[in-house]
């Protein structure tokens, strides 16, 4: 390749502040290109001179070699927030929102998660896992190579449990890396009340799951919230981010996203690894997220579709919190291209192009607690990458839906999906 970007070259550091400002590339110099090898483990094992990898490694009947003259090798994309498995079709809340409804009043309508709660409990394991499957498809296509990716549209056990197992499938069956999100408290259940469904989340649903992975019928690594004003309060969330954490599953939650609620805050003293949305987060906030470490997680899509003030996030870097981005794939945000979703980094959160790889790359994957195999090249990590047929890596941010043209190869562990 021409120009190979490592994105950071201590690979295992989520990336704050002033560093968020440059990424690390290796150059071609003098027509000797620079070349990637992974071994059959799917784990890198060289990035240096195309010359010195001639003479270090033989060809055998199996390797295969990808020519990727005057290209532009990069990190495969971490997308560090979807919500990608449901049923039912919610396009018509698109013009209902570009008629000026808002997120909450579609929600309190009985559309929204409401909607699509309704037709992922009455869809099938095997239905929802072809979904899943094709959009999982869809997300490699444009360069994802590693996916956190929630439940959240069964809000009881059953379908929570549900949507659980059609993840680990995929994260079984699908080349794509999955990190799995348990969000029973996505939404109150249509008819009830909020203080009813955290008991049933801490009480019911925890538990189950728990006895599940005991039993090695299932992986789950997160555990999320719906902390807003009108869906799981301050207190509500706490306790069921304890209860997940107790169980060792990783905190990573939506907060303050449409009310200023402090979830930022919260989630900060109980060491969360990461707090998504974020729209509405203080100075207060900002500075409990920097000093716990917790990441923040921003989701350019929402913030579009819905027309929401963005997140401060130029106040976020300058404060030393490290920023990844997500698409937030969704029925409401229905995006799933990180490329697409570094540009609205970009123009609507005032990002940089260096700013906006290290968030969909070392960041996002920091941000599920997996900086020490994913989100950079680097020896020993996994061989995820993309190769896109620019002279500058740039190129990918910067041309807005080109993606189909411009990514040559997707590679995930080390074979070209
Ligand atoms: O992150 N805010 C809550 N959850 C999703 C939306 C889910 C939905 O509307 O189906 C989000 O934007
Ligand atoms: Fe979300």
């Not at 079709?89 to 570009?98: C, N, P, Q, S, T």
């Amino acid at each position: 390749a021409r120009q190979v970007v490592l994105v950071r070259r201590d690979p295992t550091l989520k990336v704050c502040g002033e560093d968020m400002k440059q990424v690390d590339t290796l150059q071609e110099e003098d027509g000797d290109g620079i070349s990637v090898v992974s071994n059959s483990c799917g784990k890198i094992v060289f990035i240096g001179k195309e010359s010195e990898r001639k003479r270090k490694y033989v060809e055998s009947a199996t390797t295969r070699i990808i020519d990727a003259s005057g290209k532009c090798v990069l990190p495969g994309f971490v997308d560090a927030h979807t919500h990608p498995v449901w049923a039912g079709d919610r396009v018509h809340e698109f013009a209902m929102k570009l008629a000026g409804a808002t997120y909450m009043e579609v929600h309190k309508a009985g559309g929204g998660i409401h909607f699509t709660v309704e037709h992922t409990r009455k869809a099938s394991e095997e239905e929802l896992y072809d979904g899943l499957k094709q959009r999982l498809n869809s997300m490699m296509k444009t360069g994802t190579t590693l996916v956190e990716c929630k439940s959240g549209y069964g809000l009881n056990k059953e379908t929570e449990v549900k949507m659980l197992k059609v993840i680990d499938r995929a994260r079984r069956e699908i080349p794509i890396g999955i990190s799995s999100t348990f969000c029973g408290a996505h939404a109150v259940p249509k008819g009830g009340n909020s203080e009813d469904a955290t008991n049933d989340v801490i009480s019911v649903q925890l538990p189950c799951i728990r006895d599940m992975m005991d039993r090695k019928e299932l992986h789950v690594d997160n555990i999320d919230v719906f902390c807003e004003q009108g869906v799981f309060d301050i207190d509500q969330s706490r306790r069921i981010l304890t209860a997940g954490k107790n169980m060792g599953l990783q905190i990573n939650f939506h907060g303050d996203e449409l009310h200023p609620l402090e979830g930022a805050k919260m989630g900060a003293e109980l060491g969360a690894l990461s707090i998504s949305h974020l729209e509405e987060i203080s100075d207060a906030g900002i500075s409990a997220m920097a000093k716990a470490g917790s990441i923040g997680v921003v989701l350019p899509t929402t913030a579009n579709i819905l027309r929401l003030k963005p997140p401060p996030v130029r106040k976020m870097i300058d404060s030393g919190m490290a920023v990844a981005l997500g698409s937030d794939f969704n029925p409401n945000a229905f995006c799933s291209s990180m490329p697409l979703v570094m540009h609205l980094a970009c123009v609507i959160l005032r990002m940089s192009m260096p700013e906006v790889l290290i968030a969909a790359t070392l960041n996002a994957a920091a941000a599920l607690g997996k900086s020490d195999t994913h989100g950079s090249l680097n020896e020993g990590k996994c061989a995820n990458m993309v190769v896109i047929d620019a002279p500058r890596w740039e190129h990918i941010v910067y041309q807005l839906g080109f993606h189909n043209s411009l990514i040559d190869f997707v590679i995930c562990d080390g074979n070209v999906v």
